[in-house]
């Protein structure tokens, strides 16, 4: 593929084998892709969904740093196809590569809203924040047609237990009867992930997110209906998105945006090759700039695994991130509202049903 050619309405633009695997197939459309000499790209652009069947839904987040203790997915891979995702890495357990199959093969947990109730029913169990979407999009776009998020907030509603959202769907609109529900009793906040104000970046960074149009419109409308909600610029990328700081904070404060955070780039794993690659078709003048600057804040490197440092990152470019960041949230939201959510109603409700049998 030449440089300047694009994967249309897709973040990666390669597929990356799997380091789990020691055997890996070669499609015909790669294979043509390898072979044709005018340059043209061949490329299935469908997106398969495969349906599994965990036995367990709710895991245990051991990150000190991450801001979860426990996560639950409905879906794995995420067909919003963001470039920089850290989840991409977690496909490649699944036997399918962090690059094309991340976006494209998605796997489908229909028996979540099951698994969730059996767990919220058991006696050992005792009321956390449980965060949809602690990897992948619990409202990326199949969830319009198969629901299984709106599922599981009705199983959250039921037996009064609290819960977070991480998402950058302007679908979760279509929950805020069940979601104003569960705020009645501080059951619930919503994390919208906002990491541009510019349409023409949202596009080739996020293809298949909401527009910047609605997802401004979502804190609107969910802070209108009197629903707890923060956003989260994550990640921050040096000469891309970071001289937007200033006037993001100020919009999102003016929608009615409780809180905001941030986090720096990292480019974990397979994701160093995904994003060099993408630069190169998608900033191919700026890609060495860009990527020196994300070294600055990793000490030399594109990536930094120590805890308390990954996510902020370190040296004279996180350091400013940092300062400019401490200045919007002063200027623009200096009243800070953190949500702290409810683990006691859960029990009680719980306690009162045992007494039923």
Aim: net charge positive; hydrophobic share 35%; proline share 4%.
């Amino acid at each position: 593929m030449k440089a300047n050619q694009h994967i249309k309405g897709r973040g990666a633009q390669e597929k990356i084998t799997s380091r789990f695997l020691e055997n890996h197939h070669e499609t015909r459309n790669d294979f043509l892709n390898y072979c044709l000499s005018s340059g043209e790209i061949v490329d299935n652009t469908a997106t398969t969904f495969i349906e599994t069947f965990p036995k367990t839904i709710i895991n245990k987040v051991t990150s000190p740093d991450v801001g979860m203790l426990y996560s639950l997915n409905p879906y794995q891979g995420c067909e919003h196809g963001c470039v920089y995702c850290y989840a991409r890495n977690s496909h490649e357990y699944w036997g399918y590569g962090a690059g094309l199959d991340f976006e494209r093969k998605i796997l489908v947990k229909k028996n979540a809203p099951y698994l969730l109730e059996k767990k919220l029913k058991s006696k050992s169990w005792k009321a956390c924040p449980i965060s949809l979407s602690g990897n992948t999009d619990c409202y990326q776009p199949i969830e319009k047609k198969l629901k299984i998020t709106r599922q599981l907030l009705e199983v959250f509603l039921k037996y009064r237990h609290p819960v977070g959202i991480i998402t950058k769907n302007a679908l979760i609109q279509r929950d805020i009867d069940i979601l104003s529900e569960l705020s009645k009793n501080n059951l619930i906040s919503v994390f919208l992930s906002i990491t541009t104000l510019q349409e023409e970046t949202r596009r080739v960074l996020e293809p298949r997110t909401a527009s910047i149009k609605k997802r401004l419109e979502t804190i609107e409308k969910l802070t209108s209906a009197g629903i707890p909600t923060n956003v989260m610029m994550a990640p921050i990328i040096p000469s891309i998105n970071s001289h937007e700081i200033l006037p993001l904070v100020n919009e999102v404060s003016k929608r009615g945006a409780k809180n905001i955070g941030y986090t720096v780039v990292r480019l974990n794993g397979a994701i160093g090759q995904i994003f060099t690659t993408w630069l190169e078709h998608a900033l191919p003048n700026q890609k060495d700039k860009i990527l020196s600057q994300i070294r600055d804040c990793h000490g030399g490197k594109v990536n930094d695994t120590v805890y308390g440092r990954r996510m902020k990152g370190s040296g004279n470019i996180a350091d400013q991130i940092q300062q400019l960041f401490r200045i919007a949230k002063k200027k623009y939201l200096p009243e800070i509202q953190k949500t702290t959510l409810n683990c006691d109603i859960h029990q009680d409700f719980k306690d009162d049903q045992l007494k039923l049998f």
